[in-house]
Nanobody
Framework: QVQAVESGGGLVQPGGSLRLSCATSGHIFYIYDVGWYRQAPGKQRELVAGISTGGTTNYTDSVKGRFTISRDNSKNTAYLQMNNLKPEDTAIYYC????????????WGQGTQVTVSS
């Protein structure tokens, strides 16, 4: 069964860092684009960062310079390094994998909570 499992969330103080991991299984990871999304209470889920099969990355403006998305195809895992965290970053973070050429094949992780608070 195809699945994506996020880990690494938690409670941190403003200015702190977290590294989220998205471990996938049951698919050919290297042909999937990966996105990290987040959803705060009462808000739409938004794309935070994405990385293509070719390594091209993109970020929403609010996290540019602070977050870095990466992937390790040998481990079937994607990462989101989050530095200089702000209270506004508080949300549930979800990993999404999408087949690069057949996008109907896409999968969501269960989410991991990130809370930034003093």
């Amino acid at each position: 069964q195809v699945q994506a499992v996020e880990s690494g969330g938690g409670l941190v103080q403003p200015g702190g860092s977290l590294r989220l991991s998205c471990a996938t299984s049951g698919h050919i990871f290297y042909i999937y684009d990966v996105g990290w999304y987040r959803q705060a209470p009462g808000k739409q889920r938004e794309l935070v960062a994405g990385i293509s099969t070719g390594g091209t990355t993109n970020y929403t403006d609010s996290v540019k310079g602070r977050f870095t998305i990466s992937r390790d195809n040998s481990k079937n895992t994607a990462y989101l390094q989050m530095n200089n965290l702000k209270p506004e970053d508080t949300a549930i973070y979800y990993c999404h994998a999408r087949h690069s050429t057949v996008p109907m094949f896409s999968y969501w992780g269960q989410g991991t909570q990130v809370t930034v608070s003093s």
